[in-house]
């Protein structure tokens, strides 16, 4: 068991402008999970996936798998 909070980042290519969201990157090692949070509602709910499934949207990102939006 651990009791390791999440230490919640925003991307820095974000800008700022307030649709974005939030990640706790630092659960991935310990726990396995990435939680990924709304930045305008900190204390709303929290969607968990793995970190193996993160990691793969985040390529898909990268990748332009997903257009532009």
């Keep these: 068991m651990t009791t390791e ?3 919640w980042f925003t991307s ?3 800008g700022n402008g ?3 969201i939030e990640v706790a990157a630092n659960l991935a090692g310990s726990l396995g ?3 990924v949070r709304d930045s305008k509602n ?3 709910p929290v969607l968990s996936t ?3 499934s993160f990691a793969s ?3 898909g990102v990268k990748g332009g ?3 532009t939006v």
């Design 5 to 7: 909070s999440p230490r």
């Design 12 to 14: 820095s290519y974000s």
């Design 18 to 20: 307030g649709q974005c």
């Design 33 to 35: 999970v990435v939680p």
């Design 42 to 44: 900190p204390g709303g």
């Design 50 to 52: 793995s970190a193996a």
């Design 57 to 59: 949207f985040v390529a």
């Design 65 to 67: 798998g997903f257009g």
